[in-house]
């Protein structure tokens, strides 16, 4: 048998019809299979790689780390070097009120983490998402999923959940004094790049602290740079109470983390404690690979020429078949007709070189979230590819 008759044996399949591409090798912009076809990756592993596959500073700090020291203890326990100075690298980049970091194995373990904070915190059971957002797979992420196809199977989910409607001036009102927390996608990615109006967002932070209630802004998919600045909600005019970070993270390596003040935080060391672990969160090599790709993103000036690279992407998706391009920076949703449109747009770029993909609650719209360092020739390249695969319909 060969590998890929391996792997749809062996190996849990999450379809029924994975893209099943066996690749060898990545580095930068792309990516090579077993028989040598290159790929252009306008995905960045669903936003993850944002400083390009396998960076040199990434691979070297991964090399380092590990002749050091790997697994010693469970989170928290020992001073670990690459945990302390990638959690002070972030926090100096951060508003004062997010000064503490809790490092997780993945963005949906800093959701299930936020959700005890803000329980623990406040001392209440009731938490707040919206329609159409996505904070992860696992128990607890799921219930504040936004979408009931994705939810429906696995009930009975957490009791207290309520879905209000993002960019809604009435479902604020279902915010209220018995409301831990509420969870907002800072921009919503798999709602198809919804951004929030500003004056709505401002009045959730305001509800939000007329109420007493959390606000937790998840950044998992859209911080590090890709809507063009640091954190997204650097341009929303607002500042999170709880922050929660994930894939770009680790720079390729598995990392995530939800940041708070010390204050709040401290509210898990006690009653009981030890009011979250993990054996694994923070791992020593993850961190290292993370803060080598933070000083990479920061170092190269990536973040300058995003809204650019995202303009020029605007003006080269130009064909009748597209019916909108949303975005900002390099998060893109080019919506098409229908989901069966996009997908043979999909497979003809995929057959042709270039890799893209859907939104799991906007099937008809493309996802392009590409490597923040792709140049202005391969964006060119991109959208002709596109294009011509629209052109085939």
Request: charged fraction near 15%.
């Amino acid at each position: 048998m060969n590998n890929r008759q391996l792997f749809l044996q062996h190996v849990a399949q999450t379809s029924d019809a994975p893209l099943a591409l066996e690749i060898v090798k990545a580095e930068g912009m792309y990516m090579w299979d077993v028989n040598g076809k290159k790929f252009l990756d306008l995905i960045a592993g669903i936003s993850v790689c944002n400083v390009g596959h396998c960076h040199p500073a990434v691979v070297k700090a991964i090399q380092d780390q590990a002749q050091q020291y790997m697994h010693l203890l469970v989170y928290g326990e020992f001073v670990q070097s690459p945990q302390v100075a990638y959690a002070q690298a972030l926090t100096k980049h951060l508003p004062e009120n997010l000064d503490c970091v809790y490092f997780t194995n993945s963005g949906a373990e800093a959701v299930e983490g936020a959700m005890k904070l803000a329980k623990r915190f406040t001392g209440r059971t009731e938490i707040a998402a919206f329609n159409r957002s996505y904070h992860g797979s696992t128990q607890g992420a799921l219930s504040i999923l936004g979408d009931e196809y994705w939810r429906n199977a696995y009930r009975p989910l957490l009791p207290g959940i309520q879905h209000l409607e993002y960019n809604n001036y009435a479902s604020l009102e279902l915010i209220t004094t018995n409301t831990a927390a509420v969870f907002a996608e800072s921009v919503q990615a798999e709602g198809g790049v919804i951004v929030p109006q500003l004056e709505w967002l401002h009045a959730l932070r305001a509800k939000c602290n007329a109420t007493g209630t959390l606000l937790v802004l998840d950044e998992i998919q859209c911080g590090l740079g890709r809507n063009g600045t640091l954190w997204a909600f650097e341009q929303l005019g607002i500042t999170p109470d709880i922050l929660l970070l994930g894939k770009a993270l680790g720079g390729g390596m598995p990392l995530g983390a939800f940041i708070s003040s010390h204050n709040i935080m401290w509210s898990l060391t006690n009653s009981p404690v030890l009011g979250h672990i993990t054996t694994f969160g923070g791992h020593p090599v993850n961190c290292a690979a993370g803060l080598a790709g933070f000083n990479a993103l920061l170092e190269a000036d990536l973040i300058k020429d995003v809204k650019r690279k995202g303009e020029l992407f605007h003006q080269h998706l130009q064909h009748p078949a597209i019916k909108a391009v949303r975005s900002l920076g390099l998060m893109m949703a080019v919506e098409l007709e229908n989901f069966a449109v996009n997908k043979k747009t999909i497979d003809y770029c995929i057959e042709n070189g270039v890799l893209t993909d859907w939104f799991l609650f906007a099937p008809e719209c493309m996802r392009i979230a590409p490597p923040l360092i792709i140049t202005d020739e391969e964006i060119i390249h991109a959208c002709k590819v596109i294009c011509e695969g629209l052109d085939k319909l």
